[in-house]
């Protein structure tokens, strides 16, 4: 633990850029404390405070622009390859798509600071056709914010810091054994979030072979568009679908018979968001409410895509 901290000492620099780069891409390795360290350190002249904020400036824009470039050129589908892979549930279900249409760029100089939104902002701005220096502006300015706001507590409150740290010097390999469990306990936590959450929003599904049994027999589901407005915009609802948006149910639905079939489809992997609005729906007591398994996808490989049944008007629902 002693040779890691004079490691911090002699290369702090560099180990604040590796560890800001890795954090910021994706990995679940928390780079702010580290950040505090540093700005601790620069109070005692082991690091340059100016040299450790513009290297983690530069960690964080080569990871937002990456980003940023891969939503430009794939679009919703990087932000579903995202979804899929992140240890926070709430990358698909909440609002941050409609929180950063709303904000605009803007949203960029606080995304760091919020779990989840910190990855998908900036592939978000790269989908809906931010322009290079627009995001480029707002990116730099929030990777400023976000380390100079690490480095300013560590260098307030540099006196416990150090405390903490000549503590841990003296507990040699065993402090980097409790460290360690720390960052493996932090990991194992997302997990079991995200497979909590999961499991909260779990309810039988219909497929796309069982809707089309539905259409034969005569029984006209209706769709519900479960996306949010910024995944709409992304690419288009199929036609006919009654749009949800997160809130109450809309007037057509609330004058269909409770019993009518109900299927909800969504984007997002393990069709979460659509999950969770058809358990609205039941509670409501629309018991036929049901998530189309696959999604959007699902009904885009069976039917065409929206645009190609406008087109075509080949297909209704």
Known sequence: MANLILLLQEYGVLIVFAVVLVEQIGLPIPAFPL??????????????????????????????????RAGRYYGKRILRLLCKISLSPDYCVSQTEDNFNRWGPKALVVAKFIPGFN?????????????????????????????????????????????????????????????????????????????????????????????????????????????????????PAVPGALLFNGGEPV?????????????????????VTAAHVAKELISHGYTRARPLHGGLDAWNAAFGTPREVDEGNTASV
């Not at 360290?37 to 990456?66: E, H, K, Q, R």
């Not at 057509?252 to 299927?263: G, Q, R």
């Open 251 to 271: 007037p057509e639905l609330i004058a269909l018979d409770k019993n009518h079939h109900i299927i909800v489809y969504c984007s997002c992997p393990n069709d």
């Open 119 to 235: 990855t998908i902002a900036p592939p978000l701005a790269g989908a809906l056709g931010t322009t290079n220096a627009t995001f480029l502006g707002f990116s730099v300015a929030g990777g400023i914010v976000w380390s100079g706001t690490g480095i300013a507590l560590g260098a307030g409150f540099h006196t416990q810091i150090d405390q903490v740290l000549d503590v841990l010097s003296t507990m040699g390999t065993t402090a980097l054994i409790v460290l360690g469990v720390l960052l493996l306990l932090f990991v194992v936590f997302k997990y079991v979030e995200r497979k909590r959450f999961r499991q909260s929003v779990e309810i039988e599904r219909i497929t796309v072979d069982d809707l089309k049994k539905l259409q034969e027999q005569g029984k006209h589901p209706v769709l519900i568009d479960a996306r949010s407005a910024t995944a709409q915009m992304l690419e």
């Open 35 to 68: 950040l505090i360290v540093a700005g601790a350190l620069t109070v005692n002249g082991d690091s340059n405070w100016l040299a450790v904020l513009s290297v983690s400036v530069v960690a964080c824009l080569i990871s937002d622009y990456f980003w940023f």
